[in-house]
Each structure stands twice: as structure tokens, then as C-alpha cells.
């Protein structure tokens, strides 16, 4: 009976991991919609370029027909056409925050109920 129990330990030590690695590699370069390493989207006409979440339950998504980009906005139950453009708009640059120093915000703390630069005695 021991001898089962290791060799169970065992297996579930290895098959574990295999597994869970299996469905991370499925799902992060699996048979996804949008985009197929493996060419499964050839010949189609219509792609989903971007989407943006607006909301929990709304968002703009752009896609590609052909030659022409189309903006939709979409909540449940309801698609707009917002704008056909004719090519991509410019990338937006999304630089870092600035963000203020942490010597800043940490002297803007009044744990103490004070006013602002005032002694307290």
C-alpha cells in the first residue's frame, strides 16, 4: 500500500505541472478568434483590430472590413457605428504617469490633526 501511495504522489507531481502548463500554452498561444498562429484566419474579411472597455458593460471597438476601419461603441444589447474611417488613426503614445515624489507626499501627511508648518506643543 505504500508503495501505491508513492507512486501516486509521484504521478500527480508530474502530471500536474504538465498540465497546468498545457492549459497556460492553450490559452495564451491557443485557438483564439482574433488572431491563429497557424493561419486559421485566412480568407476571412473582418478582424477586431482593438477594444477599449468604457464601462462594466460598454466599450469601443475598432475594426477592420477590407480596406475601411470602423469605430463601434457598444453596451448591452446595442451596436453604433460611431465613425468609417479610411485608414488607422496615429497610435496614441501612453507614457508613465508622473507620478510626485514620495518625500513630497509624505510630508503632506498630518497624522497629528496640525496645520500646515505649525509647531506643536
Not at 508613465?96 to 500646515?116: C, D, E, M, R
Request: charged fraction near 20%.
Amino acid at each position: 500500500m505504500d508503495r501505491e501511495m508513492l507512486f501516486a504522489l509521484v504521478e500527480i507531481i508530474i502530471l500536474l505541472p504538465l498540465t497546468c502548463g498545457l492549459a497556460y500554452l492553450a490559452i495564451r498561444f491557443g485557438f483564439g478568434r482574433a488572431k491563429s498562429p497557424w493561419g486559421f484566419n485566412h480568407g476571412k474579411r473582418m478582424r477586431v483590430l482593438e477594444q477599449v472597455s468604457m464601462g462594466p458593460k460598454c466599450g469601443l471597438s475598432l475594426v477592420q472590413v477590407g480596406g475601411k476601419y470602423l469605430l463601434f461603441a457598444h453596451q448591452e444589447g446595442c451596436v453604433v457605428l460611431v465613425k468609417e474611417l479610411d485608414e488607422l488613426p496615429a497610435e496614441i503614445d501612453i507614457a508613465s504617469p508622473q507620478w510626485p515624489a514620495i518625500n513630497q507626499l509624505v510630508n503632506n501627511i498630518n497624522l497629528f490633526g496640525t496645520k500646515q508648518g505649525g509647531n506643536r506643543h
